[in-house]
């Protein structure tokens, strides 16, 4: 049966008739295909979802979680998301059971995947369902709990804001991240002060109005220089004149050059 178009997989199925998870940690032995989850959702255990290839994107009313490969999205059990991916983008999930979770995070975040946990998950995804969590098999399963834990938070998240008239502004630059349109412009539009929006933006994102602006072109990129289009195209796509300009703003961000960004070794 569908659900707003999606058709769950059969560990979606499983989940669905649990009332708890076998295990502490219960996951996909393969990676899956492109699945848009677009409706809001939420789990009552957290959700690790793994990019292996393409771009991973999950969204909640905090802000939007970016992840390209070899980043994963944490959310938190509880917590309301929509899931969206590039096309050809593969994805492992694993769900665990935040009663296990010492001080688990309380937000979403992109957490980075580094070779010892990329191994540890796909070890896991080798043993069965129960494990014996008396043996070797139960000592896997806590180190790479223990790795999930404390993957490094990369930042890659955009911040929303709930206040209607910032909302109206993100909205726009999202759905058109090249556009050049100054606060003043908008101030005008809303008939509200500048002061005021940029105050509201500090307040409800932690970042200015052109901080705010420059990490969602920047986010933008990522699916562009995933589908390998060219350094030029994306920096004018996300309203960049220079190219420079944009090279030197990725850099700063993601600590490489877009054309070095995606060529990392694959699951």
């Not at 995070?105 to 080798?126: N, Q």
Request: hydrophobic residues 40%; proline residues 7%.
């Amino acid at each position: 049966m569908s659900v707003n178009g999606h058709m769950p997989t059969y560990i979606e199925q499983r989940l669905n008739e649990l009332t708890h998870l076998p295990r502490p940690i219960y996951g996909q032995t393969e990676a899956l295909p492109n699945k848009l989850i677009g409706f809001s959702h939420s789990h009552p255990w957290v959700q690790f979802s793994y990019a292996i290839s393409g771009v991973l994107e999950v969204q909640t009313a905090q802000g939007r979680f970016i992840a390209p490969p070899q980043r994963a999205v944490w959310v938190p059990a509880g917590v309301k998301h929509q899931v969206q991916c590039s096309a050809q983008t593969q994805i492992r999930s694993l769900y665990i059971d935040h009663q296990v979770i010492t001080n688990p995070p309380s937000s979403c975040r992109v957490v980075e995947v580094s070779p010892l946990l990329k191994e540890l998950i796909r070890a896991f995804g080798e043993l069965p369902v129960e494990y014996d969590e008396n043996s070797a098999e139960g000592r896997l399963a806590a180190v790479l709990l223990d790795q999930l834990t404390y993957a490094p938070d990369m930042g890659f998240m955009l911040p929303l804001p709930k206040d209607k008239r910032l909302q109206r502004i993100v909205s726009q630059l999202q759905k058109h991240p090249d556009a050049t349109d100054s606060l003043s412009l908008w101030a005008q539009r809303l008939h509200v002060s500048e002061k005021t929006l940029s105050r509201l933006f500090a307040q409800q994102t932690g970042l200015t109005f052109r901080l705010w602006r420059q990490r969602l072109r920047l986010l933008h990129a990522l699916p562009l220089l995933e589908q390998k289009q060219s350094v030029t195209e994306v920096a004018l796509a996300c309203g960049y004149e220079s190219i420079s300009a944009f090279i030197a703003a990725f850099g700063e961000h993601f600590g490489s050059t877009p054309s070095e960004f995606f060529k990392t070794l694959q699951f």
